[in-house]
């Protein structure tokens, strides 16, 4: 048990990442797992200073993040309390649309266009969309929103000969399935599905309200 606290609570010091932003998703991680539990009170600095091998300023810069973020918060001469929030439960089967994915759990949800460009179709976005490598693509930047938080941020690719004009499409309907529909798609298949996680940069967490 001990190895796997360890290694679950240890930072990568040359990573990339600043310390404290590491510390931030440890604690993440630590709600998540139920190490820290909704409504109660986080250890104190000096404690989480001692589990994640770091001093109490890199503790207290993450604390103050997740503050931020709300995901805690700091009362005056009580502590620091994990708030309890809601979390959200998004299937992933053949159909699955942003709209409808959600349903049930939030009353409104729609999708914001950030960024739209045409560029070269790179390898991998040539070989998902059975291109050419170079082929013209239109590529839409997006951020997902629940009843007004945002809660996804998104890239996807288009080819630019069938689908000139989707990027207003995008900004008017606020839905892929409604800009699609526009071009005589009513219906459109997952193929298939990669889930992995990373660091977020500086533009994500600008886009997600994580700053």
Do not use: C
Request: neutral net charge.
């Amino acid at each position: 048990m001990k190895v796997g606290r360890l290694s679950a609570d240890s930072i990568e010091r040359r990573s990339g990442v600043s310390l404290w932003r590491q510390i931030a998703d440890k604690i993440l991680h630590a709600i998540a797992i139920g190490d820290f539990t909704e409504n109660a009170a986080l250890p104190p600095e000096v404690a989480l200073a001692e589990r994640y091998g770091v001093n109490r300023h890199t503790v207290r810069s993450a604390i103050s993040a997740l503050v931020r973020e709300g995901v805690l918060r700091a009362e005056q001469g009580r502590g620091t309390f994990v708030l309890s929030r809601k979390r959200l439960s998004y299937p992933i089967g053949a159909r699955t649309r942003f709209s409808t994915g959600l349903q049930g759990q939030t009353t409104e949800r729609h999708i914001v266009l950030l960024a739209s460009s045409v560029e070269p179709a790179s390898q991998r976005v040539a070989e998902g969309l059975g291109l050419p490598k170079g082929a013209d693509v239109i590529r839409l930047e997006t951020r997902g929103e629940a009843d007004g938080r945002p809660v996804s941020r998104a890239a996807g690719w288009f080819e630019a000969r069938l689908f000139a004009g989707i990027d207003a499409a995008m900004a008017e309907t606020g839905s892929i399935t409604a800009s699609l529909a526009r071009f005589g798609i009513d219906d459109y298949l997952r193929q298939s599905t990669v889930l992995s996680a990373l660091y977020a940069d500086a533009a994500d967490l600008a886009d997600l309200d994580l700053q």
